[in-house]
């Protein structure tokens, strides 16, 4: 049993991501947790310090969120009709990021599957501020879907490394289940720096062809930047679904710096999942 948390605003890219983690999931048994989160827009003191149902405030904001959150539910339950699949509805008066740390907790969630951009999200930024908040805070996978995907498959999956990092098996379950599920090829890519591996990253490149067996396919490429190799075997090889490992001493972790990505041009038109190192 899969335990999935979709985070929704209610926004077209948050409803797409949720259709998204409905087919991917398709055939596995799963419990999806719909959730969201409010903040009404006045702070005033009696809000803050008081309860908010005594100024009439609170009870209006959470039934207007769990409406929405029903009417969601009982769309795809309708819509779908997949008896391997268990609906959960959650809203809570908090941040989204300190709710969804505390679902992950509470509820064992296996990964998280959001859009990249909600209601405010602006066509020139790579990644919206909640969904680079819950990459960056979460202990579990994510997968962030770009603005009007059209579903694909998962056959295949490009995962860039330079085998700095060991890899872990359990961390690479949510991956592998993909992978079994749609009977995915992962191409491991590895950009050359000019120098031959070190003994570390020979060790390390065994170890994750070892953990993704049969569905690994590696592939060497010359050093003509990473970015611009990532760009160019998504197109050439018609990927369907980027990985990598959060790992702050790669490039990844500057993929969440808002000036980087516009300078680097990382084009991603396709799901992001991203897998946590411990």
Do not use: W
Not at 10 to 23: K, V
Not at 62 to 75: C, R, V, W, Y
Not at 201 to 227: M, T
């Amino acid at each position: 049993m899969s335990r999935i948390l979709l985070p929704t605003d209610f926004s077209q890219n948050s409803i797409e991501a949720i259709r998204y983690a409905l087919n991917i999931y398709k055939n596995i048994k799963a419990t999806f947790y719909l959730l969201h989160t409010y903040t009404p827009p006045i702070y005033q003191t009696e809000y803050i310090i008081g309860s908010p149902g005594e100024i009439g405030l609170g009870d209006v904001f959470q039934e207007n969120s769990m409406t929405q959150l029903e009417k969601l539910k009982d769309l795809l339950e309708h819509q779908y009709q997949n008896p391997n699949h268990t609906f959960i509805v959650h809203s809570a008066f908090n941040t989204l990021i300190s709710e969804v740390i505390e679902t992950v907790t509470a509820e064992n969630i296996d990964v998280i599957i959001m859009g990249t951009k909600g209601v405010t999200g602006a066509n020139d930024i790579l990644f919206g501020t909640h969904t680079v908040h819950v990459i960056k805070k979460a202990n579990c996978p994510v997968i962030a879907v770009p603005p009007n995907f059209e579903y694909e498959a998962p056959l295949e999956i490009l995962f860039p490394t330079d085998y700095e990092i060991e890899y872990k098996k359990e961390n690479m379950k949510s991956l592998l289940a993909i992978a079994t599920q749609h009977k995915s090829r992962i191409n491991v890519m590895n950009v050359r720096t000019g120098y031959d591996l070190t003994e570390i990253q020979q060790k390390n490149k065994v170890v994750l062809e070892k953990i993704l067996g049969q569905y690994a396919l590696s592939h060497e490429l010359p050093n003509n930047g990473i970015i611009e190799a990532i760009n160019e075997f998504l197109v050439k090889y018609k990927i369907n679904l980027l990985v990598m490992v959060k790992n702050k001493h790669t490039f990844l972790e500057r993929l969440f710096i808002e000036p980087i990505i516009k300078k680097i041009g990382l084009h991603i038109n396709v799901p992001f999942m991203v897998l946590p190192q411990n």
